[in-house]
């Protein structure tokens, strides 16, 4: 099955710094790759996503990039607020049309940024 | 638009009872649903997709006659702990895809359940 690996763990950045949170994945097969945003004891939120037939996509201060060849994404966040601090998930999934894909979750990052 | 509800938002009950956690889909049909599990300071485990109007599918591991699910209609889906443990004590979410939108892979996450078992 996929496996999904996450770097760092943790992270540590000053306010107005960029992020940067790595994710490389297993299964060639996998075409949806999201990250989502995990305040403390709250829901995963989805914060963007990209699948496999673009290399990138932006919105706003968030930006992921996508290299298939090398299994491996990437979330950037730039011009970090104190807001921004929370856990990050990246994953990976199989989509096809008409049914639903399960998705397996990277380790997490615990994005600290201090003023 | 895609908003997903869980009942309760937590639950402590004694070692030995079963407890029933509800996942609802607000604004949109869900034929199928995801149970999540996730231990503190750690990942989103997937533990089994629920299918309405048929069995579940559960991830190795994860055992069905513990993890009892059932996906009666297209806007919930239900996970029974039975017999639970101090172990079984964790943060369990659901989630769906809404297929009316047409993309099947974004998934819209519950607000997770938080069972502690005494």
């Known amino acids: 099955g996929e496996n999904v690996e996450q770097h760092p763990s943790t992270l540590s950045v000053q306010e107005g710094d960029s992020a940067v949170i790595k994710c490389t994945y297993s299964?060639?097969?996998?075409?949806?790759f999201p990250w989502y945003k995990q305040e403390l004891g709250k829901r995963p939120q989805l914060i963007i996503d990209?699948?496999?037939?673009?290399g990138e996509k932006k919105d706003q201060r968030i930006a992921v990039t996508l290299n298939k060849t090398a299994k491996h994404f990437s979330l950037h966040i730039t011009e970090t607020q104190p807001e921004d601090s929370a856990v990050y998930f990246c994953?990976?999934?199989?989509?096809?049309?008409?049914?639903?894909?399960?998705?397996?979750f990277g380790t997490g990052t615990r994005l600290q940024v201090t003023l | 638009g895609a908003v997903v509800s869980q009942h309760p938002s937590w639950v402590i009950c004694k070692s030995g009872t079963s407890v029933k956690i509800e996942c609802r889909s607000l604004?949109?049909?869900?034929?199928?649903m995801f149970w999540y599990r996730q231990f503190p300071k750690q990942s989103l485990m997937l533990m089994a997709t629920?299918?309405?109007?048929?069995?579940?599918?559960?991830e190795q591991g994860v055992e069905k006659d513990k993890f009892l699910i059932n996906h009666a209609s297209l806007t919930l889906s239900t996970l029974t702990v039975t017999s639970a443990h101090p172990e079984d004590s964790s943060f369990y979410i659901c989630?769906?895809?809404?297929?009316?939108?047409?993309?099947?892979?974004?998934?819209?996450f519950g607000p997770g359940t938080r069972l502690l078992v005494l």
């Open positions: 604004d949109f049909q869900a034929t199928t």
């Open positions: 299964d060639s097969a996998s075409n949806y």
């Open positions: 989630s769906a895809p809404d297929s009316g939108r047409g993309q099947l892979e974004t998934q819209y």
């Open positions: 994953a990976a999934s199989i989509g096809n049309t008409g049914t639903a894909s399960k998705l397996t």
């Open positions: 990209i699948r496999s037939n673009v």
């Open positions: 629920s299918n309405e109007g048929s069995k579940a599918t559960y």
